[in-house]
């Protein structure tokens, strides 16, 4: 089975920058869409981002659109999230799993979820 290891969060002060990972172990994703999704303090979890299987299409939360890209290597079977010019707002722990439906990932798979890994945004 599958397991998607989400890596890369850390305390970062708001106008920086971030870079996550998304590394899946057991088989490969490479012809899966992906995406990104975060779970802020007393929020649930919302979508943040997503990749078509080759990468030829994505698309964005409104909140990050110009601020955050994904991509992904198949090669490396690792998804990424690139995380520019940070907000207070985006600190939340990030998630990436299976998106199941496009564009904004409503479906996903359930049994996939990693631990996360929290990003912490400073004023």
């Known amino acids: 089975q599958v397991q998607l290891v989400e890596s890369g969060g850390g305390l970062v002060q708001a106008g920086g920058s971030l870079r996550l990972s998304c590394a899946a172990s057991g088989r490969t994703f490479s012809s899966i869409d992906m995406g990104w999704f975060r779970q802020a303090p007393g929020k649930e979890r919302e979508f943040v981002a997503a990749?078509?299987?080759?990468?030829?299409?994505?698309s964005y939360a409104d909140s990050v659109k110009g601020r955050f890209t994904i991509s992904r290597d198949n090669a490396e079977n690792t998804v990424y999230l690139q995380m520019n010019s940070l907000k207070l707002e985006d600190t939340a722990v990030y998630y990436c799993n299976f998106c199941g439906s496009w564009p904004k990932c409503y479906w996903y798979g359930t049994g996939y979820w990693g631990k996360g890994t929290l990003v912490t945004v400073s004023s």
């Open positions: 990749i078509s299987w080759n990468g030829g299409v994505t």
